[in-house]
């Protein structure tokens, strides 16, 4: 939609609906248009193209998560069960990502989608979503460093060569590439990425040959789904086998499912940083979601036919951290007796994890930088140099990582353990967050009368999509980590998974009621929602970059038409 047609159809500006009193104000004594940076010592520069953001939430997404944790779900309910779990989450993940485009869409603040929950409805649930995002963030770049190493030891052993060294380099690396700035950062990722892309369709394609018998003569087909069967019956030794078993196996690869998921909405974070971002944001959302999904369902699918559930490699491989020996499909490569992938495989993972702490770190630092825009966080931390980044939001991002050196000691690999099932709950935390927002984004629409037909972008689903995955998530959340409620006797450590699997949840509702406490902050009414404070400025930086792309094509025809735009973009 053009920005000239959007505009023609509101005639009222923010200076109209102050003198009116009916917005709230979001620009201060100083100028600083709250969530929307324009100053030259705080502004974002816009170097992210429409194949930066996707392959960015691509590299966020696909990692070790597909590759390993899908052996771990296989093992755990079989086939059909992960089939079925990664189809739902995967549809709840295209209605966050809808919510998120039709929300930044219509205003590309610098905050992401924590200035959208301050100004759209809550102060409070901004304050609360910003930093429980920043603090997966910060806890997954550490953990990713250390699946980093730990994937090295595949070659060589601890024995030889300490994981700190591996770890210091990674985190090195990493801020570099950050601190280069962010068309560096973009491009870096966007290849990066790419490879993981390939690596997928490679395995995709490895899958269908073992599948049909070209890998060793024999033609696997649906033979693992009939036995052992689709869906493991056995839940642990105090459940009894049957069909109570199969619906625990499979509820609990929900959870599964959500982790590798979790990344995907990141693409919110990326508005400040992107070129025409009322174009770019809903395309890169659109592709994102059928990449991923594509790649996700094919995948899952594929496993369940290449390996069956009860298989004792299997059961080994779940016993492995992560690398090569973790993988179901190295575990496949193996029954159909085929040598060398593996190595190409664990090199192909540790490029998934270096991709993804270098994305990881990105999001962590422009993160504690739209927290600090929506004024939530010291000023400093929206702060940017001349390349446009935010260097003490980053640097401060970077520090956490250090964690990862705790990993020097064997017994703190427990540690991080806890931590990822701490990073699920806060992903899952900020999931609601987004989609609350958007059903409050809609209720005020409809009260102020913006149709779809003003919007660059409307969830196809709307107000009622957003409240399905709503309850999917809220349920998810609670019932998460259900096994800590049921007895077993193997562990003995029910008390460590309840905690690490909940604790995000206090800390949520405590940043939210202590920030109402401290600030006396109220719900925004529908009818008081502010949806043009900042807007023109975004209009004005549309037309801007509108007039520059066609004067470029005036003077070269073939601007933008190059061999990737031609016969790789649909793929990339």
Aim: hydrophobic fraction near 45%; charged fraction near 15%; aromatic fraction near 14%.
């Amino acid at each position: 939609m053009e920005t000239g047609s959007l505009r023609s159809r509101h005639t009222s500006s923010p200076n109209d609906t102050k003198e009116a009193g009916l917005y709230n104000d979001y620009e201060d004594q100083h100028g600083h248009i709250r969530g929307i940076e324009t100053s030259s010592e705080t502004a974002l520069h816009r170097g992210l193209k429409a194949r930066h953001i996707s392959m960015i939430a691509i590299g966020g997404a696909i990692g070790t998560g597909l590759i390993i944790g899908t052996g771990k779900a296989l093992a755990k309910a079989g086939p059909g069960a992960i089939l079925i779990s990664y189809s739902i989450i995967g549809f709840v993940v295209f209605l966050v990502m809808a919510a998120v485009g039709e929300m930044s869409a219509w205003l590309p603040m610098s905050a992401g989608f924590t200035g959208y929950a301050s100004r759209f409805c809550d102060p409070s649930l901004g304050f609360a979503l910003g930093w429980t995002y920043w603090f997966k963030y910060i806890i997954v770049v550490p953990n990713q460093l250390t699946a980093g190493a730990l994937v090295i030891q595949f070659w060589l052993p601890r024995e030889r060569v300490n994981p700190g060294v591996w770890i210091a380099i990674f985190l090195v690396l990493i801020l570099c590439i950050n601190y280069f700035g962010v068309k560096f950062f973009g491009e870096f990722e966007f290849w990066l990425s790419s490879f993981k892309v390939v690596v997928i369709i490679g395995v995709i394609i490895l899958s269908l040959v073992i599948t049909a018998g070209g890998a060793d003569g024999h033609a696997r087909g649906f033979e693992y789904w009939r036995n052992p069967g689709a869906f493991n019956p056995k839940f642990n030794d105090q459940i009894p086998v049957g069909s109570l078993g199969r619906f625990l196996t499979f509820y609990s690869t929900l959870v599964t499912a959500t982790f590798a998921f979790l990344g995907t909405e990141l693409v919110g974070v990326t508005v400040g940083e992107a070129q025409n971002p009322r174009k770019t944001i809903p395309r890169a959302i659109k592709l994102t979601f059928y990449r991923i999904v594509i790649f996700y369902l094919v995948s899952v699918f594929l496993v369940g036919m290449i390996v069956p559930y009860n298989d004792e490699k299997l059961a080994f491989a779940n016993k492995a951290t992560t690398g090569a020996n973790a993988s179901p499909f190295v575990v496949a490569i193996q029954l159909a007796n085929i040598n060398v992938l593996p190595h190409i495989l664990n090199a192909s993972i540790l490029l998934f994890v270096f991709s993804a702490a270098n994305s990881d770190l990105y999001i962590a630092s422009r993160t504690l930088y739209g927290i600090a825009s929506d004024n939530s966080a010291p000023a400093i931390f929206r702060k940017t140099d001349r390349r446009g980044v935010p260097i003490y939001a980053l640097l401060t991002s970077a520090l956490f990582g250090l964690l990862a050196f705790l990993n020097v000691a064997d017994d703190s690999k427990d540690v991080f353990t806890y931590l990822v099932n701490v990073s699920t709950i806060l992903g899952l935390l900020s999931w609601i967050s987004i989609l609350v927002t958007h059903i409050w984004f809609l209720r005020a629409r409809k009260a102020q009368g913006l149709t779809n037909e003003m919007m660059p972008y409307t969830a196809p689903l709307g107000i009622w999509g957003s409240y399905l995955a709503l309850f999917i998530c809220v349920l998810v959340a609670i019932t998460k980590n259900f096994d800590a409620f049921i007895p077993n006797i193997s562990t003995g450590d029910n008390y460590k998974t309840f905690i690490t699997g909940y604790i995000g949840i206090p800390l949520y509702l405590a940043l939210i009621f202590g920030h109402k406490f401290i600030t006396k902050s109220k719900g925004v009414r529908p009818h008081e929602c502010d949806f043009y404070t900042g807007k023109d400025i975004i209009d004005r930086e549309e037309e801007e970059f509108l007039a520059e792309q066609a004067a470029k094509k005036a003077a070269n025809p073939k601007h933008g038409r190059s061999f990737y735009h031609t016969w790789v973009s649909w793929l990339f």
